[in-house]
């Protein structure tokens, strides 16, 4: 069974930082692209964005400008660099591997709690 490991989730204020880590196996992470997905109570999970074996990546709207995914081959670890958050990026959010920007999922990571309130 893969396991990706996410870290780094919490409470943050409204236009705060927040960095999310996710650790996968190496054969996963050097074969696909990895990236992270959300799901804020009552809705449905939703892509936030990916980035490919290769380093290029791609994110929601919602996110662009404020979010930054990057990978380091090293570790074995994609990072999720939330800024300027806002309320409504609460959400669980979870890491994944696999096409298109991980648009297409192969594998889940268990989801960490993102958490923005004053």
């Known amino acids: 069974q893969v396991q990706l490991v996410e870290s780094g989730g919490g409470l943050v204020q409204p236009g705060g930082s927040l960095r999310l880590s996710c650790a996968a196996p190496?054969?996963?992470?050097?074969?696909?692209?990895m990236g992270w997905y959300r799901q804020a109570p009552g809705k449905q999970r939703e892509w936030v964005g990916g980035i490919s074996s290769g380093g290029s990546a791609n994110y929601v709207d919602s996110v662009k400008g404020r979010f930054t995914i990057s990978r380091d081959n090293a570790k074995n670890t994609v990072y999720l660099q939330m800024n300027s958050l806002k309320p409504e990026d609460t959400a669980v959010y979870y890491c994944?591997?696999?096409?298109?920007?991980?648009?297409?999922?192969?594998?889940w990571g268990q989801g960490t709690q993102v958490t923005v309130s004053s």
């Open positions: 994944t591997a696999g096409g298109n920007y991980v648009r297409d999922v192969l594998y």
């Open positions: 190496g054969s996963i992470f050097s074969r696909y692209a």
